[in-house]
């Protein structure tokens, strides 16, 4: 696969000039593939005039570009925090293990639902479609593989993410199928999950849904 899922964190200074962004201050933000890796570029608005407003999106490998408002990071909290779906995202995709594409995906499209992450870019690489979603009070990008999910799949996803909801990524695996129910019912159907319609505005698209068994 050419993209894997990963987190692309927004610059604190500009990729042109490395000024530093200021409170509040716009940017323009270009993705690109480059060599099957992700690269990000987060540009000041005098550089993007001077540098990159004429012809960014014809380069070569462009993948998505948006206009955003830079927010200063806030104070440092306290590190003893408790796990929350988009933790237990981080954690999943800076793991980069396979057998988490599915909870991951869930997990994502439970964040869009709750207006925590954005779907800036759909792209489709090897048959698989990829979400580009934007968390935008941080402006972190995360790379996120549509996994086709069936129906008959779901409730097995749904209940190791419930799993990780309620114990964290490190606990051990539950001995029953019946462990991890407590949080279950905050763990919604994907149908539910994804919002029915998307403001209509620049690089928004709708993932996926489950698709029925095929069968011979």
């Not at 050419?2 to 604190?12: K, L, M």
């Not at 409170?23 to 593939?33: N, R, V």
Request: charged share 25%; with cysteine; glycine share 6%.
């Amino acid at each position: 696969m050419i993209f894997e899922w990963n987190i692309q964190s927004r610059a604190h200074a500009c990729s042109a000039c490395g000024k530093s962004f200021s409170d509040k201050q716009s940017y323009h933000t270009l993705l690109h593939d480059e060599r099957g890796e992700m690269k990000r570029l987060d540009i000041c608005d005098p550089c993007w005039q001077a540098q990159h407003s004429n012809g960014a999106r014809e380069r070569k490998g462009f993948i998505s570009y948006w206009h955003g408002i830079y927010e200063a990071p806030p104070p440092p909290s306290d590190p003893i925090q408790k796990e929350n779906a988009e933790s237990v995202l981080r954690k999943l995709v800076e793991l980069k293990d396979t057998k988490y594409g599915a909870a991951s995906y869930i997990l994502a499209v439970m964040l869009e639902r709750k207006r925590l992450l954005k779907v800036k870019e759909e792209l489709v690489k090897e048959g698989q479609r990829v979400f580009i979603y934007e968390q935008p009070k941080t402006g972190d990008v995360f790379t996120i593989v549509d996994p086709n999910l069936q129906l008959n799949q779901l409730e097995a996803v749904q209940r190791e993410v419930a799993y990780l909801l309620e114990h964290g990524l490190n606990a051990p695996a539950p001995e029953s199928a019946s462990e991890g129910t407590v949080a279950l019912a905050a763990v919604p159907a994907v149908e539910a999950s994804i919002p029915a319609e998307r403001e209509a505005t620049d690089g928004d698209f709708r993932p996926s849904t489950p698709q029925e068994p095929q069968t011979n």
